[in-house]
C-alpha cells in the first residue's frame, strides 16, 4: 500500500513540475540572453519632436529683463472673454506644433521644429533670439516636450495613459509602469501601433521572451505610442467564467487526473 501511495505523490508531483515549467516557459523575459548579442543597442536615444506636440520654452539670460519678450505666460485674468499673454507673472505659455511642423514663437515668428531632437531645437531658437540681444547676452534655452506620454491596454494589471517626464521610457519600463502583465498576457506577441510625422500608423509585435528585443528599433517608446498586451487562449476561453471558477476547474481537473491514476495503480 505504501508502495502505491508513493507511486501516487511521485505521478501528482510530475504532473504539477510539468504544469509549472509550461507556464514559466510562457512567462519568462529575455530567455536566451546569454546568446544574444546586445551590441546592437549601444547608442543613447534621443525624441523627435512631432506635429501636435506641446513644448514648454524657457529662455534664461544674465540680465532677467532682456529675456522677458522671449518668456510669454498665460495670466489667469480674462481680458475681453480670453486669456492674456504678457511677460510677466503666470503660467509659462506652451506651444503647439501644428501639422506643419511649426510653432510660432514671440519675437520670432514661425520656426520649424518638427523631427528635431530636443538639443537641436534649443540651439535653432538661441541662434534666432541671438540677434536680438546685446553681444555679451549668452542666452540659455530650454526645451520640455510637455505632452509625452504613452498608452498601454490590454492584458496588464494598471492599464493606462504613462506620462513620460524624461522624454526617454523603454517598452520594459512602460509595462513596469502599467504593473507588468498578468499571468494572461502574451509575452511573445506584444502589439505596438506608432504614428508617424505624417499622421500615418504602422504596427510591430516584439516579444518579450527574446533578448533581441533591446536590439530593436522599437525598443524605445515615442510619443502617443500604444502599447497592447493580448490576453493568451485560456483568458479568452474563460473570459465569460469568473476567476474563483476557473481555479475550481482547474483543481477538479487536477484532483480527476489524480484519481484516475490513482485507481489504475490500484488495479495492478
Not at 540651439?123 to 536680438?132: N, T
Not at 509595462?175 to 509575452?187: H, K, N, P, S, W
Not at 528585443?213 to 483568458?235: A, G, H, L
Request: aromatic share 8%; with cysteine; charged share 20%.
Amino acid at each position: 500500500m505504501k508502495k502505491h501511495l508513493l507511486s501516487v505523490v511521485f505521478a501528482t508531483l510530475i504532473i504539477i513540475g510539468l504544469g509549472s515549467c509550461g507556464s514559466s516557459k510562457n512567462v519568462t523575459y529575455f530567455q536566451n540572453i546569454d546568446d544574444v548579442s546586445l551590441a546592437a543597442s549601444r547608442g543613447l536615444f534621443d525624441a523627435t519632436i512631432m506635429p501636435k506636440d506641446m513644448l514648454t520654452i524657457t529662455v534664461n539670460t544674465s540680465n532677467p529683463d532682456a529675456a522677458k519678450p522671449f518668456n510669454l505666460v498665460v495670466s489667469s485674468e480674462m481680458v475681453n472673454n480670453k486669456l492674456s499673454y504678457s511677460s510677466g507673472q503666470g503660467t509659462l505659455l506652451q506651444y503647439l506644433v501644428d501639422n506643419d511642423g511649426f510653432i510660432n514663437f514671440p519675437v520670432i515668428g514661425k520656426i520649424h521644429v518638427a523631427g528635431l531632437t530636443k538639443t537641436e531645437c534649443e540651439d535653432l531658437i538661441k541662434s534666432k533670439i541671438q540677434p536680438y540681444l546685446a553681444r555679451t547676452e549668452n542666452p540659455v534655452v530650454t526645451v520640455r516636450m510637455s505632452s509625452y506620454r504613452v498608452t498601454v491596454t490590454g492584458e496588464v494589471n494598471r492599464p493606462g495613459v504613462i506620462p513620460v517626464a524624461s522624454e526617454k521610457m523603454s517598452i520594459i519600463e512602460a509595462l513596469a509602469q502599467a504593473g507588468d502583465l498578468t499571468i494572461y498576457g502574451l509575452r511573445d506577441n506584444i502589439c505596438l501601433i506608432r504614428t508617424d510625422s505624417q499622421g500615418e500608423k504602422h504596427y510591430v509585435r516584439l516579444n518579450l521572451n527574446d533578448a533581441n528585443i533591446f536590439n530593436s528599433p522599437y525598443y524605445y517608446v515615442q510619443q502617443d505610442d500604444i502599447i497592447y498586451v493580448e490576453p493568451n487562449k485560456v483568458k479568452a476561453k474563460n473570459s465569460g467564467i469568473g476567476t474563483s471558477t476557473t481555479i475550481w476547474f482547474s483543481f477538479i481537473s487536477i484532483a480527476t487526473s489524480v484519481a484516475s491514476l490513482l485507481v489504475n495503480i490500484l488495479r495492478d
